[in-house]
């Protein structure tokens, strides 16, 4: 066999058997090589469309996938996306084609510093010295991906096509992540034993789903502290039955005003509260001088172990965790505002969703009321590169055949990876893609203001209204294939969800604000 | 001032006037700094539309454009095009917005390593040190972008708002293009005086246009050589009237064939033929084994210069250069291919209309047969990244408000900067896109056979169809306010030319094969 079909072979024999791909010519032997039952490859029309994917792949699933990416200025079109999947913790596998050794030296159209382009981004990188080793690097570009590391692959065309003999066996390497030392727990253990001051526990990473979750619940109901996530996290379980989880507000001021009166805060999988932006005269960190902080876990290690070990010090592992209830939200009625979109988010969401959460201004409301919601899970942008969120849902809802995907973005957002709407198409996907469509980049006039401009020059704020002219997203949907519909007043986004959520396939609604 | 309305005060005297932009939060300062009605703000809806837009302003203006990006991010969206304008020496002065230096520290989400980033695609790269030195290194940065550099300034937050005091005066600096030294023009006039075999001048940069092309017409008429451009040149003058150019064929075989009998090469602002891509058992290079290449000027040496040296040497500068007459062509009727296509266009096309050719398979053909058409602009894509024609298109029409920008694009290339055509709409740009929907990523077809596959599985071939579902790109078109149509012979497609040449503002054609 070739190299790439060796590479093809040992993705599928590391449990990698999905390929987000746009594909060029330099990628022609791989291609050949997915031509296999068991890899699905997933066409996509714009590179960041294909790693946004993965990144919502990974996120739902425990296995990576893989993307195929055609040389430095493929590359480049997937990075944004690329970085926001790195800041999440989400592994993927890059597979960048590039001209063949031999033709390199040429310096042809499409010929770059590729290793220097793939640098920033990936955690793992490695050009491929031949078709004989290609399947130990991708075993190790695998286990790399697999603990949510970016793991970069250059196939040089050679590579590709040169033979490269059966692959050797290379076994699958669960993750590992390491319990925290018990005298960071113990350290931790003394001041929830006497705390002086109130207690903010703040979990990010694993912690905020599943076991890490529930001992969270059980800390917080043993002990009274408070529980909260950053403004953004990779993925929450929330809704009802789950432990309801705080969130640090993203505007400095009022995470400020969250954060002031608490004397501890212990940080599970994620860092110390910092400002989104800087700005002229404003702190970066957000804790009060008076606050000390602890990290129980760190990023890379197992946050519901440390979890465990803690409430094993404070003889609190059999408490009941504190959990949700359920909240029945009526269906809103009349003007669409931040307050009554929400509502009916929270009215309409399906059991067992997937909400994927890219609303800067009008949707940010949505997360308090859908606390009480049918339980879901909730994914947010890391890395606040814009564009995130059609790609993230095409990935997850490939993840997740069997869930609703709802999607939400801001006019502004959708318009940097709108082409993920041809593959929700093309692939039958369960996606609602709601367009909140105030017609400008709404964040910005605020960020404007805090930055302490009192008003807007015309032109400067020409620069943040998109609404000359008007985007019409519902003949963007229709241009790819995507059934849409606009709505003007709380009923109607009611029942376009609703019915959105009835049928399987993907739908847009355009929310007209 | 503050650091940010230097940098524009400084762009402005630097005879910078134009800014295509996607601004974030963390340019805020220099967005306010913007708002100078000397400056000209092109909003942008996503940032590969922003830097191929600076590219095709580049080509067709004598100053280069800024972009406002912001952070990693921005810039990655960017840097496809970017590659594209550095291979086709197009300058541009990116403004890359970052965190205020104290804040980098804390790795807020959007940080990453941005120098790192920058670095493979810009020639000129400096993070600003602080508010008082920004107009000295935007002075800088002009002066690179200028000579046809890409120039990358990273502008952290505190360089932005922090008091910078009046800029210095710096002077502009003009561009030197160095003739080539007397002793290679000598030894390439020795071969034209005894040449043993047909010479093929091939010419590229600056020498496709203006006072470089019309000494090379004098150069055939007076010996006899044949004239080429490569299959991609940044920017041709052509038509009726100018020196005609031939044009190397794109695949290695053709190419090859075209190349086979020339006892030399002559290479003017260009290197030697090379092929686009690498294949198994294929060469790079393209020219026999018994052809020498001797190269007149170097892509940043002055190749008019070096031609008007060679006429002199060779007693030649009287000579009447070689013209293209004016070739009357009649509408085309019936069906849509390739030659008809062609036709239509020929017949169409207006007087100094700038044509961006992007058509990688149902467009090919259009270059023979516009060679009689009226004078007009035609300019390529040197990096091969697709995306480029629609944002190159916008920017081209933004230099050259009075003339026709027809931009011609396979479907496939048009879906990953399909946002250009809301900034076409929004500047009400006199730009005709036409779209050749084959629903195929057509050209990899012909690449995959090149390669030596003989037929396509299944799963492959799917990767190259874009045909499910079907893109309608007149309703992409409404969605961003573009008015549309689809055309199905050739009478209608040239109607619908001749249409959007007589109305003011933007037009797309999606030419339905």
């Not at 703040?202 to 905020?208: D, E, Q, S, V, Y």
């Not at 960020?447 to 401009?453: H, T, V």
């Amino acid at each position: 066999m070739n190299g790439a079909q060796s590479l093809v072979k040992t993705l599928l024999a590391q449990g990698v058997d999905m390929c987000f791909a746009n594909p060029g010519t330099s990628e022609m032997h791989f291609l050949a090589a997915l031509d296999n039952p068991a890899m699905r490859s997933v066409l996509c029309l714009f590179e960041g469309v294909a790693t946004g994917a993965a990144d919502g792949y990974f996120r739902m699933n425990d296995t990576p996938a893989s993307t195929l990416l055609h040389l430095g200025p493929g590359l480049a079109n997937g990075l944004a996306n690329v970085h926001n999947a790195r800041k999440a913790g989400s592994g993927m596998v890059n597979v960048v084609g590039d001209h063949a050794t031999s033709h390199l030296k040429y310096d042809a159209p499409l010929a770059s510093d590729l290793d220097g382009l793939a640098r920033p981004y990936s955690h793992w990188l490695r050009r491929a010295d031949g078709p004989h080793t290609i399947a130990t690097d991708v075993a190790r570009a695998t286990t790399a991906a697999r603990k949510g590391r970016i793991a970069t692959l250059i196939l040089p065309g050679d590579a590709s096509w040169g033979e490269a003999g059966d692959p050797p066996d290379c076994p699958i390497e669960t993750p590992v992540f390491h319990a925290p030392k018990p005298g960071r727990v113990d350290a931790v253990a003394k001041i929830f034993k006497n705390p002086e001051g109130p207690i903010l526990v703040i979990l990010g990473g694993r912690a905020c789903q599943g076991e890490g979750l529930k001992l969270a619940g059980k800390l917080a109901a043993a002990t009274g502290c408070r529980l909260a996530t950053q403004f953004f996290t990779g993925r929450i379980a929330r809704g009802a039955g789950r432990t309801p989880l705080e969130r640090i507000p993203y505007f400095v001021a009022p995470a400020l005003e969250f954060l002031k009166d608490f004397r501890h805060i212990v940080t599970v999988e994620t860092g110390e509260p910092v400002a989104f932006f800087s700005y002229p005269d404003s702190p970066s960190l957000l804790k009060p001088e008076s606050c000390d902080v602890h990290g129980l876990a760190e990023k890379d290690e197992d946050g519901a172990a440390g979890l465990d070990m803690l409430l094993d010090a404070l003889g609190a592992r059999t408490v009941a965790p504190k959990r949700q209830e359920r909240i029945e939200t009526p269906v809103p009625s009349g003007k669409l505002d931040p307050q009554t979109i929400a509502l009916a988010l929270a009215a309409a969401l399906p059991e067992n969703a997937i909400v994927v959460d890219e609303s800067l201004t009008t949707g940010r409301n949505a997360a308090g009321f859908t606390l009480g919601a049918a339980p879901h899970d909730m994914l947010q942008n890391m890395g606040g590169s814009i564009g995130f969120s059609t790609p993230v849902a095409t990935g997850a809802a490939l993840a997740c055949p069997d869930r609703r995907v709802i999607s939400m973005t801001g006019d502004g957002s959708a318009m940097y990876t709108i082409q993920s709407l041809w593959t929700q198409a093309r692939e039958n996907l369960n996606v609602t893609t709601i367009i909140f469509a105030n017609r400008a980049y709404q964040i910005l006039k605020a960020e404007y203001a805090n930055m302490g401009f009192p008003e807007l020059g015309p032109r400067a704020a020409a620069m943040m209204e998109i609404d000359r002219p008007t985007l019409d997203f519902v003949a963007l949907a229709k241009g790819m294939g995507v059934p849409g519909l606009k709505v003007a007043s709380a009923e109607a986004f009611f029942r376009a969800l609703q019915k959105s959520c009835a049928e399987p396939g993907p739908m847009l609604i355009e929310v007209c604000l």
